[in-house]
């Protein structure tokens, strides 16, 4: 980022990494979530965090190297993707634990005598 160069907090530009964010925690834990492997399913969301706060990291390394048309890499911009990381992270971490195991109708009826 350039000296002199406001970058203000509030800005369309933070909203997109906010958004980018987001959507990326959101599809990669689906994608992880659904894989065969149980370590995969059981630890989806922070998967999912994790390779999203990679591809903001790569996109800032990419601003600041001069690949994007833009005045340079931002902490500001970085701290936008963490708020869309967490954001994904609690809304995915409270639809599960919201879910309930369900029991076959055949279960139901059983009682455990141990």
């Known amino acids: 980022m350039e000296n002199g160069s406001p970058d203000p907090w509030i800005a369309p530009d933070k909203?997109?990494?906010?958004?980018?964010?987001?959507?990326?925690?959101?599809?990669?834990?689906?994608?992880?979530?659904?894989?065969?492997?149980?370590?995969?399913r059981r630890h989806s969301v922070g998967i999912g965090s994790v390779a999203s706060l990679i591809a903001g990291a790569a996109k800032e390394a990419a601003d600041q190297l001069g690949i994007f048309p833009s005045s340079?890499?931002?902490?500001?911009?970085?701290?936008?993707?963490?708020?869309?990381?967490?954001?994904?992270?609690?809304?995915?971490s409270c639809r599960r634990t919201g879910k309930r195991p369900q029991l076959d109708s055949a279960q139901a009826g059983l009682v455990s005598m141990v």
């Not at 980018?20 to 149980?38: D, H, K, M, Q």
């Open 15 to 40: 909203l997109y990494h906010v958004l980018f964010c987001l959507c990326l925690t959101i599809v990669f834990s689906l994608s992880a979530y659904r894989t065969r492997y149980p370590f995969l």
């Open 72 to 92: 340079g890499a931002s902490a500001k911009d970085a701290v936008a993707d963490l708020v869309g990381v967490l954001i994904a992270a609690s809304v995915l």
